[in-house]
Each structure stands twice: as C-alpha cells, then as structure tokens.
C-alpha cells in the first residue's frame, strides 16, 4: 500500500526566498508529525497535528516556521525567508491514532524533502 | 546536553561480529524506548521497540535500565546489510503528543 509521500523531494532555496514542504500521510491516519533532521543528527521534533488541530508547535525554531493540516489529511510546511541554518530535511510522519492514546503506535515516515539554502 | 546521547561512532566491524551499541536519556518521563534505523539518505525504520525485560529479534537484542536511564542494542553475526545509523529513541509518558525525541544515531560499517 501506499506510504507516506512527500513533495517536492529536494528543493533549492535562495536566501530569503519562502518555501512550502507537502506531506501526504497514510490514508486515514489520525496522527501527523514534523521532523528537521540537520546533517549527522537525528531528527528533532518541529510540530503535531491530531486531525485537523495542531496540538503541539513546541520544535518550530522561529516565526518564520508555520505548517498547517486544513482538512486533517495533506499538510504543508511553510518556511517563509528562509535562511542557510533552515538547510535540512524535512520529515514528514504520521500514525494512525492520536498521540493521548497510552498505547505507543508506530510512526511511518516519508522520504523527506531535502532544503538547501544557499 | 542533549536528552537522548549515544556514541556516534563509525563502528567499522568485520562480518560476523557482535557490537553493542549504548545510550542515556536524561527525562526520568520517558515511557516508550525503541531502535529506528536510517540507510544514508533514506527514511528512519523502527527497527525494534525496548521493553524492561529485553526483547530480542533475530540477532538483535534490545535491552533497557529504566534506573540508569541506559538502553542497548546488540548486534550479533553482523551482515553487510546491517550497515547503517541506528538511532535511539524514546518518547514521554501519556498526555504526551506523542513526539519522538532522537539519539544523534551511531554509524556501522560491517565490512566483508
């Protein structure tokens, strides 16, 4: 079956240029995650949606992080004047029921969009 | 200080050799533990959840001290398929969203 997908997979930016980063979760899965994982790191947590309802936004670096989940299924990461510390992949992940439940459920990842900002 | 530390090697072993990755978390709130591994440029894969009582899988065997706040991963007759970056990672307790918190990875290189 289908995974998570993620467009576009790799994208150049010039400094201060916005950019939007799409993620296409698992049909039906409640559950969405972002990730920005730096070269030789692991990822690190940018924001969560359950549904519709973007319940933790703690990871975003600054201001000029925003994503958004309108119709709780496709999502997109905005980066608006982007910066050469933004450069990264981006991680898209999404689990099928809502992070409160006491139980864990595994998150299933996309590939990434890898962001150069020169 | 990071909250999840782990070595990050390489750890360049022969094939067939046993290596042991280790690693410490520093909130006493984590609840879930697990092992996700990452191919180079590819998507991190759960590779195996941790449990108290250790668990084992094949030739991997996933241990976990909730006192030292320490977890291991034992890699027993490494192929060459094994290479990649594991990482280790753990997640808090309920009412938690549910986020992952990632290791830094540690790099194998199993060579023939």
């Known amino acids: 079956g289908a995974g998570v997908s993620q467009s576009p997979r790799y994208k150049v930016a010039k400094r201060g240029q916005d950019v939007a980063l799409r993620c296409d979760p698992i049909?039906?899965?409640?559950?969405l995650f972002w990730y920005q994982q730096a070269l030789g790191q692991g990822p690190e947590f940018l924001t969560y949606?359950?549904?519709?309802?973007?319940?933790?936004k703690s990871g975003l670096p600054s201001d000029r992080f925003f994503a958004e989940r309108p119709e709780g299924s496709v999502s997109t990461l905005k980066i608006q004047r982007t910066q050469q510390e933004d450069s990264a992949v981006y991680l898209c992940?999404?689990?099928?029921?809502?992070?409160?439940?006491?139980?864990?459920?595994?998150?299933?990842f996309g590939p990434g969009t890898r962001l150069t900002v020169l | 200080r990071k909250e999840v530390e782990q070595d990050p090697g390489p750890f360049n072993v022969p094939e067939g050799a046993t290596v042991a990755f280790n690693c410490t978390y520093s909130?006493?709130?984590?609840?879930?533990f697990f092992w996700y591994r990452q191919d180079c440029r590819k998507e991190p894969k759960l590779l195996m959840s941790?449990?108290?009582s250790g668990n084992e899988d094949g030739r991997f065997t996933a241990q976990l001290n909730r006192a030292s706040q320490y977890i291991s991963l034992l890699i027993r007759d490494s192929k060459l398929s094994d290479s990649a970056t594991y990482l280790c990672?753990?997640?808090?307790?309920?009412?938690?969203?549910?986020?992952?918190?990632f290791g830094q990875g540690t790099t194998l290189q199993v060579k023939p």
């Open positions: 992940a999404s689990s099928p029921v809502g992070g409160t439940d006491r139980s864990y459920n595994e998150q299933f």
């Open positions: 049909s039906g899965h409640v559950s």
């Open positions: 949606f359950q549904n519709e309802a973007q319940l933790d």
């Open positions: 909130n006493s709130a984590s609840q879930s």
């Open positions: 941790v449990y108290s």
């Open positions: 990672v753990v997640s808090h307790g309920s009412g938690n969203t549910g986020k992952l918190i």
